[in-house]
């Protein structure tokens, strides 16, 4: 039973709808529905926004503070909030060309229609009003809590996603391969019981293989599994006893430093 409000929906002749709901501080999250089925919502009920920068944030900041290169791993494109919150960060912090130069960031996002709707709000091209809105109010909320422009910002994501520096991809497998390890990874597929798929020890083992995951890197998720974490362990990685939101048991942060043992 759903304690937020409907404020929009979307349907296409393609079978791909979307429904967007306002959470309790007041950012939206959606629900897609797609070959029939419908999936959980994206986001905490108590706040998109919010649940976003709690577990998420950790990651940049780890990588930006130790000036690690800034590669980053997104399993879970969904309506953008984890990637409009990186480059906002980034903007506000003033980050030297030098530094920027070295950013690249890998999203992944098995529904197309949510790549091409995202792509199309950043490059100013025509999308669905319900996407237009619901991007634009991410775009605002960080705005305001970052204290960066809008218009700044969105330019600013622009700029990668034209030098091919932001790149979003469909599906992330078992087999997937970036093209550099990534020192950030933030792990926000669905959960275990809707997705069982992204929470197998193959696809774990893929996303912390050498190629993907750099010996400096951070990791969240806004879930916590025994099986996770055993293997980030294993992977030594550092974990960070961390509450879950909104009420949430546990959710996880974990990092390792390349030669160190803090
Ligand atoms: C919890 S939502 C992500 C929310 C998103 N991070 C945001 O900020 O809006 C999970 C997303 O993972 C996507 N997904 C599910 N399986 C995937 C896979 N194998 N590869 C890439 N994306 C996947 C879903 O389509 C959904 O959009």
Known sequence: MNKIEQVADYRDEDGFSALFYKTQDNSMTVSIVSEKMQTEMMHSQSGSFSETNYVYLPVVDFVIKNRIEPVFLSIGLGVG???????????????????????????????????????????????????????????????????????????FIKDFILKNKFVIYNKFTNETQLTKPANGIFFDAFSANSSPDLWNELYI?????????????SFATYASKNMLKRKLKENNFNLLKKKGFAGKRECIFAYRIKNELI
Do not use: G, H, R, W
């Open 81 to 155: 909030y984890i990637e409009i919150m990186l480059f906002a960060y980034l903007l506000n912090k003033n980050i030297s060309d030098d530094y920027l130069s070295q950013l690249f960031i890998f999203s992944f996002e098995k529904e197309e229609k949510l790549i091409q709707f995202f792509t199309a709000f950043l490059l100013d091209q025509p999308l669905p009003v319900s996407f237009q809105a619901c991007y634009s109010s991410i775009l605002q909320l960080n705005s305001e809590y970052f204290s960066v422009d809008k218009m700044e910002l969105k330019l």
């Open 205 to 217: 083992d893929n996303i912390l293989s050498p190629k993907n995951c750099s010996s400096s890197s």
